[in-house]
């Protein structure tokens, strides 16, 4: 069988996905037909993800990966200019990209380019970019509505935690962080956002 990476990737805020649930959904679609030898599942931004691409790609080419499988392309980046980027570099290295929810492939079976599907990713990746613009319009329209009615944002007086109650609240965290497990295990592992993770990491470094 030929090796193949999966990318499970959610944002925090993305309340319909999940990377266990990516995750599981693609092993069962395409463990008969390839071997899949590392699975990327991390809660990050799809706009701020490049260096993890970086490290996928890395990785890709140092074990001589022919397959990497995502469920859509804005799990692979939700900016056109990075999926691009990302898709070019397979191109360069002869590594497939296989879009699971559109079934696409962006390289024939003989290794050569498959320009229409490919015309379809970059697409895909403009809705993608677009499908963030909306959600951060309804957000914001949705924050300023509530506001004009009286709301208040931000934290409530006194709502404020103490680094130790954030500690013990954070408990799965610090074991990680104390284990040397890096900032994207620990969120894998806790299903927490990065945000969190560095604040807890940053309040163990000053108590160190």
Do not use: P
Request: glycine share 6%.
């Amino acid at each position: 069988m030929e090796k193949a990476i999966i990318i499970s990737r959610c944002s925090t805020n993305e309340s319909r996905q999940d990377v266990t649930r990516q995750s599981e959904e693609l092993k069962s679609n395409y463990s008969g037909s390839y071997e899949i030898v590392k699975e990327f599942s991390y809660y990050l931004s799809g706009t701020k993800n490049d260096e993890v691409n970086s490290e996928i790609l890395e990785f890709a080419i140092e074990n001589n990966v022919r397959h990497i499988i995502a469920l859509e392309t804005s799990r692979i980046s939700r900016k056109i200019s990075s999926f691009a980027l990302f898709l070019e570099k397979c191109n360069e290295h002869r590594i497939n990209i296989i879009i699971d929810n559109f079934k696409l492939h962006t390289l024939l079976e003989n290794g050569e380019i498959n320009g229409m599907v490919q015309t379809m990713l970059s697409i895909a990746s403009t809705f993608a970019s677009a499908e963030l613009r909306l959600i951060k319009s309804r957000l914001d329209s949705g924050r300023a509505k509530y506001v004009k009615e009286g709301g208040k944002l931000g934290r409530t007086k006194g709502s404020l935690k103490s680094s130790k109650q954030l500690l013990e609240e954070h408990s799965d965290i610090v074991k990680f962080i104390r284990q040397k497990q890096s900032v994207r295990n620990v969120m894998t592992l806790t299903g927490k956002s990065s945000g969190t993770v560095q604040k807890i990491k940053k309040i163990l470094n000053k108590v160190a």
